[in-house]
């Protein structure tokens, strides 16, 4: 392993089911502490691990089906994200994890796929947080996760996710603007129905409540139940299609949720070497998410 | 490689003899293995098995990226939504997105009426590569609504007022709601396939012996050449199968005899079909690669089998004239005629094993002095085939029978065949393909060593 971390080897893959509760439970002591000024200011010294992950055929189906990627025996990139992100959330739901499981807001990721995994391979998963940071709107964290198949790297996602309010690592340095952003020819647009936030958390076991009812949405300050963050960025890959290759880097930046149901234009257009991919509301013309698929090098 | 010259060129040469066509090739097949319905591809749909094989047949023969002239493929079953299914695949596959496609469906004839179709293009110059296929899913089949609902529900979308649409509306009736799901049987006679075997089993005085030892020997066949390797460049493995799921290696005449018949109960001969000779409702999917002889030069392609010819054929089974799968037993004695040849001139019958007794029927007919005089207008018996020629490496009684993906499996694996027979042996091999199909329909074709 690349990481010098202490690594904690799990037997299985942690089941998804309670972290959101636990999640809650975690949030509120967190709170407390905070105001109390206990909260620990750095992530868990130690990386979660799985050995010999084998993929569902069912299950992988399920998920092509959702994001629309071809039925074949390779996982989407997305796919590996779904079956390595519960060690990520059991980091997260750690009693040492400064900052609170839910409520978090996913603002990027990044995706490297060095080399194309199939149903038959056996993957050895690896989670870690790193880079505790501050951002304009609260304190940012990296949620590293690997996935190997005989000690060769065949994956990599990096997940970033803000905590909004908490600040425990001061204030940033420079408080860079947004980009604006100026809708372009949409080459599409995305259908996605009330129900898309429930199917999601189906097919990716991350049951987050802001996307499975408008009371679970509510309770977190959105109007109505939100796409899951890695749902519209998986169908930005699948979007781009077979032309990604074999070896790849793909990212997502969140620009703002997308409340269900809706209809967002897309636009997935060739850039360079590579493809550039912008989601955004049809009507007003805010940007959802924008990513890139390029060659990796 | 001495190209023939093509259509266009010697049709500026003015009074010049028809122009002899190009050669069509068989260049390549891939396949996924055949799962049973409900099984290991029980949520894989037509196209994510399509694909499946596409992109394996892509691998296998280094097209990446590549413009191919036209890919052709069909399903028995499919969804309404699936409408443009074989361009979708193409979409989804490592092809390049520039290749054009279209769908065509036959009956169980649709995978090799595809291989046909497209060797035609090819031969007449328009084409110079093309992929065909077939795929079929029975455990992902399409369910509608009733018809009466149907109407219901359109004229409802027309309605321009609230009287019209109430009128709509209350036509519903509960009833309606109960699915339609699609009819394995005969829209004109009502009886099934099995049903229609039947009547042609008795007829023809089959015995459930004769059919087992067919079923026995296809299985054997089929796992021996599983065995021997023959199918590694021929089937990508696909959601956890490596073989086809139906074969049976271990499987014997006893184990066979032990089932109880499945079709022809109501008659007044003993029923004889069972399970283990008549094929499974099975899903998967095949393509097979074709191009010109210059075509596969550019590519470093070893030419397999040319797609010599292939007749149609269709009988007048709705009056009981002919048994339903019958119409090959008419059609090749056209398509041998044509070129001047007999069943004895060919090294390999391939004839689709809807049922063992569909094979045994075909032949009895070919072997029948008063057939051949009274039907197909012969001076007596067509011919006969002896069982080390047919289905040599097994057929659908093994591996399963996803309709439009037979086609597929079986030119891809005779033109394997005849290849190998070619260098081992020299000279020019030969096969006949036979496959029936639902209406009365079939349809034959044949391959030679290239």
Redesign the interface.
């Known amino acids: 392993m690349t990481d010098e971390r202490p690594v904690v080897l799990l037997p299985q893959v942690p089941p998804l089911g309670g972290s959101y509760v636990r999640g809650v439970a975690a949030g509120g002591r967190l709170a407390v502490e905070r105001r109390l000024g206990r909260a620990g200011a750095s992530l868990p010294a130690l990386a979660y691990e799985v050995a010999g992950v084998r993929p569902d055929?069912?299950h992988l189906?399920?998920y092509?089906?959702h994001v629309g990627e071809?039925?074949?025996?390779r996982l989407p990139a997305g796919f590996v994200h779904v079956l390595a992100f519960p060690l990520a959330t059991a980091l997260m739901v750690r009693a040492d994890f400064p900052l609170p499981l839910v409520g978090m807001v996913h603002l990027a990721n990044r995706v490297e796929q060095h080399a194309p995994t199939t149903?038959?391979e056996a993957l050895d998963l690896h989670a870690h947080a790193e880079n505790l940071a501050p951002h304009r709107s609260g304190t940012a964290v990296d949620l590293v996760t690997e996935a190997r198949v005989d000690d060769r790297l065949v994956w990599r996602g990096v997940s970033t996710y803000l905590a909004k309010g908490v600040r425990l690592a001061g204030r940033p340095a420079d408080d860079e603007p947004r980009p604006s952003f100026v809708p372009p020819v949409p080459t599409g647009r995305w259908h996605l129905d009330a129900g898309t936030g429930r199917r999601y958390a189906q097919v990716s076991g991350d049951r987050n409540p802001i996307h499975l009812s408008a009371l679970g949405a509510k309770a977190f300050g959105f109007p109505r139940t939100i796409a899951h963050g890695m749902d519209t960025a998986a169908r930005t890959l699948a979007a781009v299609?077979?032309?990604r290759g074999d070896a790849f880097v793909w990212t997502v930046q969140f620009a703002a949720p997308v409340l269900l149901p809706s209809s967002p234009s897309v636009r997935v257009a060739r850039d360079g070497d590579g493809f550039g991919v912008d989601v955004w509301h049809a009507r007003s013309g805010k940007l959802h998410l924008t990513g890139r698929v390029d060659p990796l090098r | 490689m001495a190209p023939s010259p093509s259509p266009r060129k010697s049709s500026t040469s003015g009074g010049a003899p028809a122009p002899t066509a190009r050669r069509a090739l068989v260049l390549g097949g891939n396949r996924i293995p055949f799962a049973r319905s409900g099984g290991a591809y029980a949520h894989a749909s037509n196209q994510d098995m399509l694909t499946a094989a596409l992109d394996g047949l892509v691998a296998r023969y280094g097209l990446q990226g590549e413009r191919i002239g036209e890919v052709a493929a069909g399903a028995v079953l499919k969804h309404s939504r699936d409408f443009n299914l074989t361009r979708e695949v193409v979409l989804g596959s490592a092809l390049s997105a520039t290749t054009p496609a279209y769908d065509l469906q036959q009956a169980c004839a649709t995978g090799l009426e595809s291989v046909v179709s497209l060797a035609n293009k090819i031969r007449l110059g328009q084409l110079d590569s093309a992929i065909a296929g077939g795929v079929d899913t029975t455990s992902d089949a399409p369910i509608a609504v009733s018809d009466r609902l149907r109407r219901a529900l359109l004229d409802l979308s027309r309605a321009k007022t609230v009287g019209q649409r109430l009128a709509a509306a209350s036509r519903i009736r509960p009833k309606d709601l109960a699915p339609a799901t699609p009819r394995t049987s005969e829209p004109r006679t009502g009886l099934s396939m099995g049903e229609h075997q039947a009547l042609t089993t008795a007829e023809w005085g089959i015995t459930r012996e004769a059919q087992d030892e067919v079923a026995l020997r296809s299985h054997q066949r089929l796992a021996a050449a599983y065995d021997a390797g023959f199918f590694d460049d021929l089937v990508t493995p696909y959601r956890g199968l490596a073989r086809d799921a139906n074969l049976r290696p271990d499987t014997s005449l006893e184990k066979l005899a032990q089932l109880k018949p499945t079709f022809g109960l109501g008659l007044d001969v003993p029923a004889t079909m069972t399970a283990g000779n008549s094929t499974p409702l099975t899903d998967g999917a095949s393509t097979v690669l074709l191009g010109s002889d210059e075509w596969a030069a550019e590519h470093r392609l070893t030419p397999l089998a040319v797609v010599v010819d292939a007749e149609a054929g269709a009988v007048d089974f709705v009056y009981g004239e002919d048994g339903l799968l019958m119409a090959p037993v008419y059609a090749v004695p056209r398509l041998l005629a044509r070129h001047g040849l007999t069943l004895a001139d060919f090294d390999y019958v391939e004839i689709h094993e809807a049922f063992a007794s569909t094979v045994l029927t075909t032949l009895a007919a070919w072997e029948s002095d008063t057939f051949g005089k009274e039907r197909l207008g012969l001076d007596g018996a067509f011919g006969t085939v002896d069982v080390d020629r047919l289905n040599v490496h097994g057929s659908s009684l093994a591996a399963g029978h996803p309709f439009a993906a037979t086609g597929g499996r079986i030119v891809a694996t005779i033109s394997k065949e005849l290849h190998l027979r070619q260098q081992r042996d020299g000279g020019t091999p030969r096969a006949l393909v036979s496959v029936c199909a639902a209406g009365g329909l079939g349809l034959t074709a044949i391959l030679e060593a290239a």
């Open positions: 055929a069912e189906t399920a092509q089906h071809s039925g074949s025996d149903l038959v299609g077979p032309a």
